[in-house]
């Protein structure tokens, strides 16, 4: 693997992949980015992240659930991220849906707390029925990218201590 891209991968392993999050516009701006992977790789998605995070406004979920169709037309028009027409929609129609959650729920991670722990199946039965483009591949590599489905390290990797360090002391489904 060349260098740059080689780094790239090691930092998103060390530093993210599997770590627990707790700011709702992070883990919707994780649930964006597994969305928008569908049919590419992840170094795609990758080295598209600065550009996704300037163009989703950060992530901010209320400004993004506000969006327009002249936003729509501005991110189907942006090169820096992922031009898909269904993958933007959905990103807009989540935002909004993730509000709704806040305001039952108190945020988007107490949404997802309240549901843990269950098994891949059940989580991606809870996220169709809530979420746009989200089939199983989507909410599993969402799921293990925030610790809340095991998989995203080796037992042995060193990087899982840390992530068990930071990580509520729950038991997977």
């Avoid at 170094?43 to 989703?56: C, S």
Wanted: with cysteine; proline share 5%; charged share 30%.
């Amino acid at each position: 693997m060349p260098e740059p891209r080689k780094s790239l991968h090691k930092n998103y392993h060390d530093n993210h992949y599997g770590f627990p999050l707790h700011d709702d516009n992070e883990l919707f701006c994780r649930l964006v980015m597994e969305i928008n992977q569908a049919g590419l790789s992840w170094e795609t998605i990758l080295k598209k992240e600065t550009g996704f995070r300037e163009a989703y406004d950060q992530f901010d979920i209320k400004t993004v659930a506000g969006y327009s169709e002249k936003d729509r037309e501005r991110l189907l028009s942006n090169p820096e991220i992922i031009r898909n027409k269904l993958k933007v929609n959905a990103a807009i129609v989540n935002a909004q849906r993730i509000l709704e959650l806040q305001e039952e729920y108190g945020s988007f991670e107490k949404w997802l707390a309240h549901h843990h722990p269950k098994t891949k199946e059940e989580w991606v039965k809870l996220f169709k029925k809530n979420f746009k483009f989200t089939g199983g591949e989507i909410v599993g590599e969402f799921l293990m990218s925030i610790g809340y489905l095991p998989g995203a390290h080796d037992p042995d990797c060193p990087i899982q201590a840390d992530i068990d360090k930071q990580k509520p002391k729950w038991k997977y489904a």
